[in-house]
């Protein structure tokens, strides 16, 4: 699939364009439909004559809603340039082609709508003469009528050519999802949308969204269901575990793991095209201290802190996943207009405090444009991803050196590495001394105890520490939770839900066998024991015995007669049914009846 982004001045026709390209109704919203009048992004595909298949973002042309315009076009590779034959060039025209060279767009097509209204030539040759000054170059233009079809094969065959000559993307990377949509359907749950650049998203997988950890549970493009899509593509994500009011558009869907979050970037400030704004050379001294970033889909306020010539350091007021190479919009809120073009230098830069470093740095950053050396540069990181080093410019090694590891797709400085893992033996070992009860750290402490950038990156200090990494949690090889005295006592509770499986002890119990909380959460913890809502104990093998027992009811059954086979409590059936529910093992018939999912 492609996805082609719209852009132009408001009433220029550009969803009747895609109206007549798709059959579909890109305005969404009644309003729209009532005003005439984009107001949001609208969404609508079809099916070339070659077969490619090709999906369009309709963006707003209104001035008042030109950050729902930047929402749209941030994620796109290509975009369509809409101008009326009638009115030709005007004000949102210039503005959307500033924010289309700011993002360094560089293929796109020129249409010229309402040709039956009047001679598309003028408008046309000033179209292409504007749009040939900024990084789409020599467009091809074509003028149609959307009202008589006039010029709509000459058009789809124009769209061919541009999706040829989009290079094909890659769909073995990590997955970047700007969220556009979020919204509930009934009986599934949240679903988002956006556009996927690159990368592969699959049902079943974990992602986080929003620094929340989610399951997909469904996927849908072009209104058919997927059980994998790959880039690029219009998908929407249906999602297990967030809930549509904890989500909305600019919040992104990533792997996880796999992304750094940073509110600190480095950018080079570029001219929007065929503007006066900024003339170039210190042109940055000009830029408001404060500005809008915009990039994929979100809008985030930055503080810009001038650095040298074309170079300036934003502050984000909430962390992003940014890498170097990425591109994204700085817009002036107050004059409500594109300023310029950021492209990221670097996404984990220096603090700079002393006198002059600004400076310095400006100029380092200048010689990074060019073939910075690998060493320094992870050197200084400790680690940085290979798309980043691609990004900046960076030859590779084919193998390791002395200096930098790959791990996968990490360079890893030697030295950062050593210093990771002895700062996590040091740590782990520590708590074994101190907490017997709790000799391990969970993933995240480990990652914080040790300085380590990337989660993604633990397995690799672990292994350079001589630990254990089981289970999301980091342990000594042979060490495990020592209960001391209450051990005792949890082997008699063991043997008794061994005879027993479904006779949960009481706090009498386990009082009497010295299992008090810590003893107990460390048994949790150790996979002795499983702990059900309530405060219910059982063993980890119980749900699964449970089900050997229920398979074998009458179906479907009631809780009465759940509780009487399992030979047990309303205490213990009532949360371990909730379990197995969970679990998708069984389901609800009714407010009162169950039955197994086979």
């Known amino acids: 699939m492609h996805v082609f982004a719209t852009a132009g001045h408001v009433d220029h026709g ?8 798709t059959g579909i109704e890109p305005d969404r919203w009644d309003e729209e439909r009532r005003r005439g009048l984009t107001i949001d992004l609208g969404y609508a595909w ?11 973002v309709d963006v707003p042309g209104h001035q008042r809603f030109i950050g729902n315009m930047l929402a749209g076009l941030g994620p796109t590779s290509a975009v369509v340039f809409v101008v009326a034959a009638d009115e030709g060039w005007r004000q949102q025209s210039s503005e959307h082609l500033a924010a289309v060279h700011a993002l360094g767009i560089s293929r796109g097509l020129l249409v010229v709508t309402r040709s039956d209204l009047a001679d ?29 079809g006039e010029g709509m094969p000459e058009l789809l065959a124009a769209l061919e050519r541009l999706a040829a000559a989009t290079p094909p993307p890659r769909t073995d990377g990590r997955v970047r999802l700007w969220v556009d949509r979020a919204f509930t359907i009934r009986g599934s749950g949240t679903v988002v949308t956006g556009t996927l650049g690159e990368g592969t998203i699959a049902v079943g997988e974990e992602v ?34 967030v809930g549509v009011s904890e989500v909305a558009r600019g919040d992104v869907l990533v792997t996880p793991g796999a992304w750094r979050l940073t509110a600190v970037v480095d950018v080079r400030v570029e001219p929007v095209g065929g503007s006066e704004r900024l003339p170039g050379g210190a042109s940055q001294q000009r830029l408001p201290s404060q500005l809008t970033l915009h990039v994929g889909t979100t809008a985030v306020q930055a503080h810009v802190r001038p650095l040298g010539a074309d170079a300036v350091r934003l502050v984000l007021d909430r962390p992003l996943p940014l ?3 990425d591109r994204a919009i700085l817009r002036d809120p ?44 992870v050197g200084r990181r400790g680690a940085m991803r290979v798309e980043d080093a691609v990004a900046l410019g960076i030859p590779l090694p084919p193998t390791h050196s002395d200096e930098v590891a790959v791990h996968g797709p990490w360079l890893v400085a030697t030295s950062a590495l050593e210093g990771w893992s002895a700062a996590l033996a040091q740590a782990l070992h520590r708590r074994v001394a101190e907490q017997p009860l709790e000799p391990s750290l969970t993933a995240e402490a480990a990652v914080a105890v040790a300085g380590v950038p990337a989660r993604a990156l633990l ?8 630990l254990e990494l089981v289970e999301g949690r980091v342990w000594v090889p042979g060490v495990r939770a020592s ?9 008699e509770l063991e043997e008794r839900l061994a005879a027993t499986p479904f006779a949960a002890p009481e706090q009498p119990d386990l009082d009497a066998w010295g299992l008090g909380r810590a003893e107990v959460a460390a048994a949790v913890r150790a996979g002795r024991l499983m702990r059900l809502d309530d405060g219910v104990l059982l063993r980890p093998d119980a749900p699964a015995r449970a089900m050997r027992v229920l398979a074998g009811l009458p179906q479907p059954f009631t809780l009465s007669e759940a509780r009487q086979a399992l030979e047990t409590t309303r205490r213990v059936a009532v949360p371990l049914l909730e379990h197995l529910d969970n679990r998708g093992w069984t389901r609800r018939v009714d407010g009162s009846h169950r039955q197994v999912v086979r």
Do not use: C
């Open 208 to 241: 986080d969204l929003a620094g929340r950890p989610a399951r997909v549970r469904g996927l849908e493009s072009m209104e058919q269901q997927h059980d994998r899509v790959g880039p690029v593509s219009r998908v929407a994500v249906n999602l297990r575990g």
């Open 14 to 21: 550009k969803s009747a364009l895609v109206r007549a390209l």
């Open 323 to 325: 890498v170097a190479g």
């Open 334 to 377: 107050g004059a409500k207009r594109v300023v310029a073009g950021a492209l990221v230098l670097d996404a984990d830069p220096p603090e700079l405090r002393r006198r002059g470093a600004a400076r310095r740095w400006a100029e380092q950053l200048a010689r990074a444009t060019g073939t910075p050396d690998l060493a320094a540069e």
């Open 483 to 491: 209960l001391g005295a209450a051990e005792s006592g949890l082997r």
């Open 46 to 56: 079809t099916r070339l004559p070659s077969g490619a298949q090709v999906a369009f």
């Open 459 to 466: 397995p690799q200090v672990v292994h350079a520490a001589g």
């Open 120 to 148: 598309p030539g003028p408008a046309l040759a000033d179209g292409r003469s504007r749009i040939a000054r900024t990084s789409l170059g020599d467009v091809e233009g074509v003028p149609v009528s959307a009202l008589t």
